[in-house]
């Protein structure tokens, strides 16, 4: 159900209304212009992670003011298959890399895992530079340790739909992000 009030039901549950449109537009024309002062007259590519940044990833390329490329990869990763960590590309990039800066761009950062594994995936392939950028950042859920250069939001432990993020399917036309409300 697309609701214009604070509180909407997908499925079974209810969430509230945590960023409306306004403060995420504030916010990543902030993120946009600080990565477009560090990168200056460089070209990076913007390489989004779907599904969930599908929205962030376009509004942020929107707001950068500067030549850059963009693309898309579709990761699933895997936990303990062995030590250096796997992901599993179900859509893969085609670019080369090589000497290229990279603008990794994510919807959320929970367990840091889909992250980890592809940081690893991306600096195999000798990019002049990685960086790091997510609409939101769960401090508490974190598990790994890796710098995130570019934080929407810093949120608490709870799940999240909306701008992009589902629950089960439903919920990422929603131009907020609204929170699991505790039952
Ligand atoms: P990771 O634990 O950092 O690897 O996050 C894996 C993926 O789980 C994220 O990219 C999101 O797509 C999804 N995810 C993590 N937390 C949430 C949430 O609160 N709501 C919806 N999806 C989430
Ligand atoms: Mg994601």
């Known amino acids: 159900m697309i609701s214009k009030t604070d509180s909407i039901e997908l499925h079974d549950r209810k969430f509230q209304l945590l960023f409306d449109k306004s403060q995420i537009d504030k916010r990543v024309q902030e993120l946009a212009e ?8 460089q070209r990076p590519l913007f390489i989004g992670v779907l599904n969930g940044s599908f929205i962030f990833t376009s509004d942020l390329v929107r707001a950068y003011h ?9 990761l699933n990763s895997y936990e303990g298959m062995d030590s250096t960590g796997r ?5 893969s990039l085609k670019e080369n890399i090589k000497g290229r800066p990279i603008i ?26 990685v960086s790091v950028a997510t609409l939101l ?10 710098n ?5 939001f ?5 799940f999240v739909v909306g701008y992009g993020l589902d629950y089960d399917g439903l919920g990422r036309q929603l131009d907020g992000v609204y929170v699991l409300e505790e039952s």
């Open 66 to 74: 500067g030549e850059c490329e963009v693309t898309f990869v579709k």
């Open 34 to 41: 600080s990565i477009k002062i560090k990168f200056k007259d």
């Open 154 to 158: 810093e949120i608490p432990n709870q």
């Open 87 to 91: 992901i599993e590309e179900q859509l």
């Open 137 to 146: 950042y769960k401090p508490k859920a974190m598990q790994f340790d890796y």
């Open 148 to 152: 995130i250069d570019y934080i929407g």
């Open 104 to 129: 990794i761009v994510e919807d959320i950062i929970d367990s840091g895992r889909t992250v980890h594994h592809f940081l690893k995936s991306i600096q195999s392939k000798n990019p002049s530079s």
